[in-house]
């Protein structure tokens, strides 16, 4: 079994914090780059974050500050710390695998999603 899986949502209130996980299951990720994405229901998914094979990280500027990705390749594991959350930050987050050094066999793979709702 190869997949993606997410955990850390749930519900707070404006200005509390959550960290997410996006853990490698059958397969090592060490290779791939791995970007989180975020969907309200009948909205376009929005890109939030990514990090490289490298550890290079990049961040939205509608999170940019709040939010720091991160990665702990020991535990196949890259999270999302998200600060100061904010109401628009509501909605399902996901994890993907991305990137050229990254196998076909495991590239665009999407994880289950996550639910943040922050009110």
């Known amino acids: 079994d190869v997949q993606l899986v997410e955990s850390g949502g749930g519900l707070v209130q404006p200005g509390e914090s959550l960290s997410l996980s996006c853990t490698a299951v059958?397969?090592?990720?060490?290779?791939?780059?791995i970007e989180w994405y975020r969907q309200v229901t009948g909205m376009q998914r929005e890109w939030v974050s990514s990090?490289?094979?490298?550890?290079?990280?990049y961040h939205a500027d509608s999170v940019k500050g709040r939010f720091t990705i991160s990665r702990d390749k020991a535990r196949d594991t890259v999270y999302l710390q998200m600060n100061n959350l904010k109401p628009e930050d509501t909605a399902m987050y996901s994890c993907?695998?991305?990137?050229?050094?990254?196998?076909?066999?495991?590239?665009?793979?999407w994880g289950q999603g996550t639910q943040v709702t922050v009110s």
């Open positions: 993907k695998t991305a990137g050229p050094y990254c196998s076909n066999r495991y590239l665009d793979l």
């Open positions: 990090i490289r094979r490298s550890g290079t990280i």
């Open positions: 059958g397969f090592t990720s060490k290779n791939c780059d």
